[in-house]
């Protein structure tokens, strides 16, 4: 059985930062790509960052230059720094990933999500 479970979110103020990670454990053969989600109140979850298995990153704009996401393939392991936090990037944070188990079989997992909040 696959899992990922995050941490590192918590409550910080305005430009400030936090990083969080999510670690993937079970019978995994190979990860591909893994990224961070978001959900604020009342609000539908949406794409954050991407990162491929080789390394290529993608981020959606509001967080460019401020975000940077980044893995450890060793550790099965997936990051997100968090820069100059605005109280709009207050959400539930879920951590997704494709994972490939040790039988072979291809499924997208997520994490149960972690809290940030940004606000003085």
């Known amino acids: 059985q696959v899992q990922l479970v995050e941490s590192g979110g918590g409550l910080v103020q305005p430009g400030g930062s936090l990083t969080l990670s999510c670690a993937a454990s079970g019978s995994i053969f190979s990860i591909y790509n893994m990224g961070w989600y978001r959900q604020a109140p009342g609000k539908e979850r949406d794409l954050v960052a991407t990162?491929?298995?080789?390394?290529?990153?993608y981020y959606v704009d509001s967080v460019k230059g401020r975000f940077t996401i980044s893995r450890d393939n060793a550790r099965n392991t997936v990051y997100l720094q968090m820069n100059s936090l605005k109280p709009e990037d207050t959400a539930v944070y879920y951590c997704?990933?494709?994972?490939?188990?040790?039988?072979?079989?291809?499924?997208?997992?997520w994490g149960q999500g972690t809290q940030v909040t940004v606000s003085s």
């Open positions: 997704n990933a494709d994972i490939e188990n040790s039988d072979y079989v291809s499924n997208d997992y």
């Open positions: 990162i491929e298995r080789a390394g290529t990153t």
